[in-house]
């Protein structure tokens, strides 16, 4: 039985999406009794969220078919600042330019989640350089800054922990939780904004939010945290041994994304179902149920799943149609990962290393030997142990492609251009 009676706090409850809340029976009456508005922020650092990221969205997600009303805030002006929390040193500043073109990137990915055209509660996307870029600064000292302590602001985790370990923090960073809170505080005035969520780390700048809206006059806001994870292992969400796991297709296909999944580890197959599909929970409980050499066909269903809701349906199933084909049949599937490699360049020849480096099998030649000495590397699935080995037409398949593969799961064709 769960403790809330609101839809929405139910359903992350139960979903396992809820680490901490700052006034569970208020928030839980507010939501039960009204449309609630309520808000994540999205600091553009990249032209694309990874898949860490996607537990937020999944949250607005939620809290829209629950009858609520999700705000989606890219950080257009937080984001000339960085996030200090809990890093070890500062973020690279970008140009309003590059801010501006990570936003575009980033906007794509909502819409598969967020109905920003519903008839009623609508989710919106604001940009808070609309409130932040134009402001005063000795206004903002005046009649925002006065509301911060110095004392209470150096006792919060995200900014002691980089102080214990004696790194650097700059007093432009040191803003950043003032900016957060106030941005909570303009979406309380501007759109009836009621609350903020976040992941665990931003429980302090969040509770910072609610302290100065209280200060200035706004109605009563709350905070609420989902855990931050990890797998099972220790790994961090969102990343993979060949980098981030990117949200926007054209940084990661839907293909490779959908092995990401199908790659959770045994332990962490109902927990994801949860957090990251949309199926209901007696089918979540049923699948979380069957074990032995069944729990890969959930792995199967669970890569399906999230991969239809960023990319569609039909580009989830071919996907799993190409894994299958792949894997199963051991046949050549057209829809792999590939690369184009001109013409002349095979003709010539090329090394093997070099050539798992520009697959992207490998960040190093380094890293590639060390693939190859170890028996990871295959051509046309023939092992590979010589690393001064060439590549070139002679091993172009009557497919008209080379196929190059780094262990069991993956795989990229070279097509000659």
């Not at 999700?70 to 500043?93: H, N, Q, W, Y």
């Not at 519903?118 to 000795?138: D, F, G, H, K």
């Not at 994870?229 to 993979?240: I, N, Q, R, V």
Request: net charge negative.
């Amino acid at each position: 039985m769960s403790r809330f009676k609101s839809d929405f706090l139910r359903t992350l409850d139960e979903r396992g999406f809820i680490h901490q809340i700052s006034d569970e029976a208020g928030l839980d009456e507010l939501f039960a009794k009204e449309t609630v508005t309520a808000y994540i922020g999205f600091d553009p650092t990249a032209p694309s969220l990874h898949a860490g990221g996607l537990i937020q969205i999944m949250m607005l997600h939620w809290m829209q078919k629950t009858g609520h009303q999700p705000i989606s805030l890219m950080g257009g002006g937080t984001g000339m600042v960085g996030d200090p929390s809990f890093k070890e040193e500062a973020r690279k500043l970008m140009t309003v330019d590059m801010i501006e073109d990570n936003i575009a990137s980033i906007k794509r990915v909502f819409s598969n989640y967020l109905d920003y055209d519903q008839a009623t509660a609508p989710a919106l996307m604001i940009n808070n350089a609309e409130w932040l870029r134009p402001l005063n600064y000795l206004e903002f000292l005046r009649d925002v800054g006065r509301h911060f302590s110095v004392n209470r602001m150096l006792s919060f985790d995200s900014v002691k922990t980089r102080l214990d370990r004696e790194q650097s923090l700059s007093f432009l960073e040191f803003n950043y939780m003032i900016l957060q809170a106030y941005d909570f505080v303009e979406l309380a005035k501007r759109y009836n904004c009621r609350l903020q969520m976040g992941g665990s780390d931003q429980w302090g700048n969040i509770v910072n939010g609610i302290d100065l809206g209280h200060r200035m006059g706004t109605k009563q806001l709350y905070a609420l945290t989902s855990p931050l994870l990890t797998t099972s292992s220790g790994a961090k969400m969102g990343k993979s041994v060949n980098g981030a796991v990117w949200l926007n297709p054209d940084m990661l296909s839907a293909y490779d994304f959908w092995q990401y999944w199908r790659n959770t580890e045994d332990a962490d197959v109902s927990r994801f179902l949860k957090l990251y599909t949309t199926l209901p929970m007696d089918e979540i409980a049923r699948l979380s149920a069957l074990a032995g050499s069944e729990i890969n066909e959930v792995k199967k269903i669970l890569a399906t799943e999230i991969t239809a809701m960023l990319h569609g349906r039909a580009a989830a199933e071919e996907a799993a149609e190409t894994a299958r084909k792949t894997f199963e049949e051991g046949a050549l599937a057209d829809n792999l990962p590939s690369i184009e490699v001109s013409a002349a360049e095979l003709e010539a020849g090329i090394g093997l290393l070099a050539l798992v480096v520009k697959a992207g099998l490998a960040g190093s030649n380094g890293e590639a030997r060390r693939h190859v000495q170890g028996g990871a590397v295959k051509v046309n699935d023939k092992g590979v142990s010589d690393e001064r080995q060439i590549v070139g037409t002679g091993d172009i398949t009557a497919d008209g492609v080379i196929k190059l593969s780094l262990g069991k799961k993956k795989h990229i064709l070279v097509r000659p251009v």
